[in-house]
């Protein structure tokens, strides 16, 4: 139970690592930084730790049921991932209807400008659909066969 608490403990550690490092790429800012080494240590500390206590405890290792937990996880990444698309298209979505970033043509049709979509959102949108499928295919499946 110990080794659990201390992998999940270590996987939230490496989200917020994440997190200060995408933080830090966009905003460049010093708390930013801060936090991402701060991550870094307490990911390495906390590493080291769980290497060495399942060397001297191995049988915590066996109890660890990975199937429950590799269905919990992949429904957590698959749902943020949604979220995120969510939160992309209802960007694209509004700044579609801003007449900022629209026209109108001779004709009279709706004339949208590149503007609507920036690039990043677009990279986000492509960069994570593989996770979003891999993940949420494993747990749709897991989810039906029950097993």
């Known amino acids: 139970m110990i080794v659990l608490t201390f992998v999940i403990i270590l996987q939230i550690s490496f989200v917020i690592h994440v997190y200060y ?4 790429i966009t905003k460049k800012q010093d708390k930013d930084f801060k936090g991402f080494l701060f991550t870094s240590i307490t990911n ?9 206590f399942i060397l001297i ?4 290792l066996k ?4 199937e429950r937990i590799l269905f919990i996880e992949s429904g ?3 749902l943020i991932m949604l979220s995120v698309k969510a939160k992309i298209a209802s960007n694209i979505y509004k700044r579609a209807q801003d ?3 629209f026209h109108y043509s001779y004709f009279g049709k709706k004339v949208l400008h590149p503007s609507v979509v920036k690039m990043s959102e677009l990279f986000t949108y492509f ?3 593989p996770l979003t ?14 097993k």
């Open 21 to 24: 490092i995408i933080s830090y």
């Open 44 to 52: 390495i500390f906390l590493a080291l730790f769980l290497s060495v």
């Open 57 to 60: 405890f191995p049988q915590e």
């Open 63 to 66: 109890e660890i049921n990975l």
């Open 76 to 78: 957590v990444v698959f």
């Open 99 to 101: 007449p900022q970033h």
């Open 127 to 129: 960069l994570t659909l």
């Open 133 to 146: 499928v891999i993940c949420g295919a494993y747990f749709i499946v897991k989810l039906g066969c029950g």
